[in-house]
């Protein structure tokens, strides 16, 4: 007698077969554009699956590891300039909060109301602010104001408890804003510090 199957199992295989099969199309479709015809697409598939296809399939694996970290590193934030920096921070219910760090200090730009993507970024690797801002530019990003480090805190409070989060995009006194964790006592804090320093790994 077979094993009746869980719904939710048949549509997560559904879904992996669908995955795969999009993705062969896709690449399919990239072929021909590089003027491989039917039977050399074959063959190039044939030729993955032999012993000399290993060192391509290592590459293309760390291709599709490196593009899904990247996804999962991104997270949508609503942001509302039209508060204070006072009820932004507010909005996060931080432990500690630096003193410094104030309207005066970090005025807010603009009233707009919109949705913004914001991704982390983690070298791991001891790097300058010049060189975390120019790896960014590089992928077209730019670094994030105090107002999205708050609303970001707000919206995800649990992530600054695996690493610090670090704004470099609003600067006081050669100071940026970033959210940390300390773990005696149990604290989420939003501190100062300095954008001449190198961030640890």
Known sequence: MSKRKNPNQVAAVVSAMWI??????????????????????????????QDEGQDALKQIARIIADTGQKARSIYSVAIDCTMSLADMIALGQYDLINPDITAEHFPVEGKEKTNVAMRLFHFDKIMTTTEVQAEMDK???????????????????????????????SVWRDLVAY???????????????????????
């Open 20 to 49: 795969l099969f999009s993705l062969v199309s896709e690449l399919v479709k990239h072929l021909r554009k590089l003027g491989c015809s039917t039977i050399e697409i074959g063959e190039n598939f044939y030729a993955l699956a």
């Open 179 to 201: 959210l940390s964790w300390f773990d005696i006592p149990c604290e989420r804090r939003l501190r100062l510090d300095g954008v001449g320093l190198d961030w640890d790994d």
């Open 139 to 169: 992928e077209g990003w730019k670094s994030a104001s105090i107002w999205h480090l708050l609303f970001f805190g707000a919206k995800y409070p649990k992530l600054q408890k695996q690493f610090p989060i670090i704004a470099l995009g």
